[in-house]
């Protein structure tokens, strides 16, 4: 008898032969990338160091194609973008110690807005490791421990063989929801030593669905079909998930009002009837949200600013689906459901009809939206808006935009209209600086069919300022856009509002347009008036290009402070 699980994949006479006759002159390093290439990757990030040769003199002899960034953070987030862009693993090429560590403000970005990036570093030869103080060149007591609370998962090789198992069981992680960065280390001595096993051809690693219960989505189903005011608010996790369809489809089904968060942009129709927009950091948004009777939250935790600064107090009874346990009811009491959104979305739409529509609905979205907008008015922000509307009416809908930390990106969080889903992308998940342009050179890796706005403030900018290098180097159609104001403009403000007077935030900065331009990169400076037309000429005109937009924005007031 014949059991499944006795099936076994024959190999070819072709893979017989290429396994028992591998080509010569191939290392550990062989290993990582043509395990890489067989899980499907085509392009990786990185920068080479000394420990990780291994693996970089193995990429000339594969088809992937090598992205180098001038600093290991700075190739995180280009990694993070493509893995958001794309929905696949992002590889990440590190060398020990230094290089890695420098690494770890953008695994924490990704690890926050779950974007799935496979990070391998080296590691100190093999024989110094075990806590001892050898004094090996990069050598750190447990340099894992540097990762575990920042990455989704740590994978250690100390084998060659081990090599393929490891890589591919690191993927499956990362794309199993909830997406997320993971860690594979590999001692130097392994990358580099010859192997001798055969070429890595047959690699499987795919994620594991994260469906709902059924018993959950029959009494979420039967509480919003009975609900008088049910409102949603979308997450990161409807976009992450191409969810955005499912979510309309019950949005509409329930004539139920929709918010976004700031990571879940695009996932529901700025402009439809039901569009509460994104307005989170507003009181009038958060008393409407608070008056639901039954508020279904998808894809998000209601962490600080998707809750009004944890202001937000809800009423009514929620249901909550999301597919990082961690966040589940960890902020609100909730049914829970721990699930993908597409899933559970599909689930609900199953299950509840079409309930009539009166209009009660859409006329209290636009009462809100009034009133949010009688709010920003009576605040003269008038420069803050006309600067947003240019770069919206700059950016061709198809186009990505990556936001730093800064105030136009802070307007643009609660102001923009994305227009589609997975378009929009910034730094609020984890919120450190120099975010905005080495991930715009990710996704313009990700999508070269369309040119890729960056926006920065002039501190952000000075962080990522060597990219300009590998934007050059790659001929990449980026625009980067960098808001100038002397100095870090948000912090000015909230130490200016806190105790009168800011500390620490004053730069002295370059000409930034003269600078691009010594890197090969054509530049431009701008004003207010003139930005919609010269930000479209650059975003038309193929390769990387800066404008720089000196001005002076302001934060439009916040609700949460009583």
């Known amino acids: 008898m014949t059991h499944d699980h006795d099936l076994v994949l024959r190999p070819t006479p ?47 002899r594969s088809d992937l194609a090598y992205i180098g960034l001038r600093v290991e953070n700075n190739a995180g987030f280009a990694a993070d973008a493509y893995g958001r862009i794309t929905g696949e693993a992002a590889p990440l090429l590190l060398s020990t110690g230094p290089g890695a560590l420098t690494s770890l403000a953008a695994l924490q970005e990704a690890a926050a807005a779950s974007a799935p990036v496979l990070a391998i570093s080296s590691q100190i030869p093999g024989a110094g490791l075990g806590g001892g103080r050898h004094g090996y060149l990069h050598e750190l007591p447990d340099q894992q421990a540097s990762f575990r609370g920042v990455v989704k998962s740590v994978h250690t090789v100390r084998t060659q063989s081990q090599i393929p198992s490891a890589i591919a069981e690191a993927w499956e992680s990362a794309l199993t929801a909830p997406h997320g960065p993971v860690w594979v280390e590999i001692p130097q001595d392994v990358l580099l030593a010859e192997t001798a096993l055969p070429v890595v051809t047959a690699v499987d690693a795919a994620p594991h669905d994260l469906p709902p219960r059924p018993e959950l989505t029959a009494v979420a189903a039967d509480l919003l079909a009975n609900a008088a005011r049910p409102v949603i608010i979308a997450g990161g996790g409807v976009v992450r998930a191409d969810a955005s369809g499912k979510l309309r489809q019950l949005a509409e089904r329930l004539d139920a009002p929709v918010v976004t968060t700031f990571g879940g942009k695009g996932a529901f129709p700025w402009n439809h009837p039901l569009s509460l927009q994104s307005w989170l950091e507003d009181r009038h948004t958060t008393d409407f949200l608070e008056d639901a009777d039954v508020l279904l939250v998808v894809g998000s935790g209601l962490g600080e600013l998707s809750s009004n600064y944890y202001t937000f107090k809800p009423r009514g009874r929620v249901v909550q689906i999301e597919a990082d346990l961690g966040k589940l009811e960890s902020n609100h009491p909730a049914l829970g459901i721990h699930a993908d959104a597409r899933l559970a979305l599909s689930a609900l739409l199953e299950t509840i009809t ?26 003269e922000l008038t420069l803050e808006q006309q600067v947003l509307a240019a770069v919206r009416e700059a950016l061709p809908d198809r186009s990505a935009s990556f936001w730093d930390m800064t105030i136009l990106a802070y307007w643009a969080w609660s102001a923009f209209d994305a227009r589609r889903p997975n378009t929009m992308h910034s730094a609020q998940g984890a919120g450190g600086l120099g975010y905005a342009f080495p991930a715009a050179i990710g996704g313009a890796v990700a999508d070269p069919t369309h040119p890729v706005l960056a926006v920065s403030g002039d501190g952000g900018a000075l962080y990522s300022i060597a990219e300009l290098a590998t934007a050059r180097q790659h001929d990449l159609d980026v625009t980067w856009l960098i808001v100038d104001d002397g100095g870090y403009g948000i912090l000015r403000e909230y130490m200016t509002d806190a105790f009168g007077q800011s500390t620490a935030t004053e730069l002295t900065r370059p000409d930034y347009v003269a600078l691009a331009e010594s890197f090969g990169v054509p530049a431009a400076r701008t004003t207010p008036d003139t930005l919609a037309a010269d930000l479209a000429k650059a975003l038309a005109t193929p390769g990387p290009s800066v404008v720089v937009l000196p001005a002076l924005l302001r934060m439009f007031a916040p609700t949460h402070l009583g």
Request: hydrophobic content about 40%; overall charge negative; charged content about 25%.
């Open 14 to 60: 072709e893979q017989t032969e290429a396994a028992l006759n591998p080509p010569p002159g191939r290392n550990g390093g062989d290993l990582v990338v043509e395990t890489l290439a067989g899980l499907g990757a085509t392009t990786v990030f990185g920068l080479p160091g000394q420990h990780a040769l291994g693996m970089f003199d193995a990429l000339r």
């Open 354 to 379: 079409e309930k009539r529509r009166d209009g009660a609905a859409a006329d209290r979205v636009r009462t809100v939206l009034d009133l949010v907008r009688e709010r920003i008015d009576a605040q």
